[in-house]
Each structure stands twice: as C-alpha cells, then as structure tokens.
C-alpha cells in the first residue's frame, strides 16, 4: 500500500529566547527573498543593519509570551499535528517550519523514510501572499528534488473562503462575542503594497481605485492578499450575525519604511478608543496558530495601547490552534486536494 502523508507547515520560530537563536532566526526569515523581494546584495546589507538591534528586541518580546515548552506556535502546531493524526487515515502527518525546526527538510525526509509517495503539503495560511504560501510550496519542491525524494506533491490551495474554515471560526469566536463587546477588529497579518501589485496577474487590479479587492474577480481574486483578507472577514461576519457597524478589518506587524496595506491596526487601536469603543475585541484570521504576532503584539502591546488611548478592555480572540472541530476540518480539506494529472 503506497503512503498518502500530509506535511502541515507553518511560519516557525526561534528554538528560544536567546538573543543569538532570535538572531539566527531572524536572519533565515528575513533573507528570504520571498520575504524582502530586494536584490541579494541589498537584502543582505539591509537584513544586516536590521540585526543590528531587532534581534534583542525580539528575544525581549518572545520572552513575554514564552510558555514553558517551548515556543507557543511550535507547541500549539504539534498539538494539531496530533489531532489532525487522528483524521488522516491515509498515512502519518508531519510537521514543519519554513524557518526554524522541525525544518521542511526534515520532516520529508522522514516521510520518505516510511515509505511515503505521495505527499500532500499544507501551508497554515488561509490567505496567499508569496511570502508565505509561495515560499513554501518553492522549499519543499527544492528539498524534494535535491534529494530525489521520488514524492509526488499535491499542495492545499489558501482556504480563506471555504466554508468548513470559516464555519469552524465564527464557531469559536461565538463564547468571546456572546459576553458582549463595543466592537470586533479584524486584524490580518500586513503586507507592502508592492508584494500585491507583484502578484497580480493583470498588472492594473490595484489601479482600479479604493474598493478594487471587494470587487476582485477570478484572476485577480486567487493571489490577492488583501481581497482574500476582506473575503475572510466579510464570510465570517455574516455566519457571525454581525452587522457592517460591529466590525472593521486591519493591517498588523509593519516592518520597515515601505508602503504597507492598510489601515494599520495600531491606528485603528486609538481610533476606536476616540470613538467612544470601552470593550474591543481583536481576532487574527490570517494566522491559525497563536504566536508572537497575536499573543504579544495584540494580546500585551495592543491592549496596553488601547487602554492608554482611552479603552477599557482588549479581549484576544484565541486563533484555532488545536481545537477539534478545525482539525477535522483542516484534515477533511486536505483530503480533498486532487495530485496533478
């Protein structure tokens, strides 16, 4: 019997809070041209200049949210990974990181080890960008092929709008909504500006004017990061019965001087607190596993400035991590991946 694995890989994590792990990992992440899309030599003199000071403010940061064992988005992953096991019948269920460990490379290896042949990849993104998706499904393409593994791939398609992912989200989103809130803030991962006019393939979507991604068609809808974000919120706003005036969408995590989607959720954070908003509540769609960018940026940074702007409460909506309604449903998506003809 040929072996049908599933490879769930998300975004990964420094191995601890050492200034010198940050700094290692950093330097993987950011070195990605996925990542900063600048020429070799200027990606490499910026990401140097960058580790210069970064790293111990990171390291600073995952120390605030660090839980015993280890990194919170490693640990909640292998959590999934185990309940995901117990809905994928086909073969075993790995799991990697694109930086850090358990690496890419690693984990098919392993796979190819027991005999796998066919492999089906999960990246943990509902929403594409190249910076995530592309740089995944590209890593594992390169580590199967410097090997010659000999597995046939078959890759999960961003989920940002499949029913089964945003059932199971406005589900448990439903105990943090029913206790009562002023108002819901969306807040997606950001992106710059010039990593969505790079993906779109007909090289005028964002010249269309303001409301251009909630019109996205087709061929600009399945690699638009923004108008599947806006997908995302509107398909669980409805499921969630919530009105146009209870929620709002923003752009978190900004790195550098560029020009980067918005609004930015750090200024919707005083905006909200200037119109009269006591009790707010924040989810993170664009991540499906909590982590430094949900439990430290919003979970302390932003409540903290929230509160100072004028607001009395930020409640963090915990991401999906391991429940088991989304792990059934995660499994369920990735059975059904078709492999190229």
Known sequence: MTEHALLLVNLGSPSSTDTGDVRRYLNQFLMDPYVIDLPWPLRRLLVSLILIRRPAQSAHAYSSIWWYEGSPLVVLSRRLQQVVQSHWT????????????????????????????????????PQFAESTVTTVVEEARRVAGRHRLG????????????????DVLAKSAQPYLQRGFDHLLLSFHGLPERHLHKADP???????????????????????YRAQCLRTAEGFARRAGLGEERWSVSFQSRLGRAKWIGPYTEERLDELAAQGVKKLLVMCPAFVTDCIETLEEIGLRGREQF????????????CLNDQPDWAAALAGLCRGVPFPA
């Open 202 to 224: 007909t090289g005028a979507h964002c010249l269309r004017g303001p409301d251009c991604c909630r019109q996205a068609q087709a061929d600009v809808l399945d690699r638009c």
């Open 151 to 166: 597995l046939e791939m078959a890759v999960l398609p961003p989920f940002y709008e499949q029913p089964a992912y945003l």
């Open 307 to 318: 509160r100072a702007a004028g607001g009395e409460d930020l409640v963090l909506v915990p």
């Open 90 to 125: 086909n073969g075993p269920v790995e799991l990697a990181m694109r930086y850090g460990e358990p690496s890419i490379e690693g984990a098919l290896k392993r796979l190819a080890a027991q005999g796998a042949k066919r492999v089906t990849l999960a990246p943990l993104y």
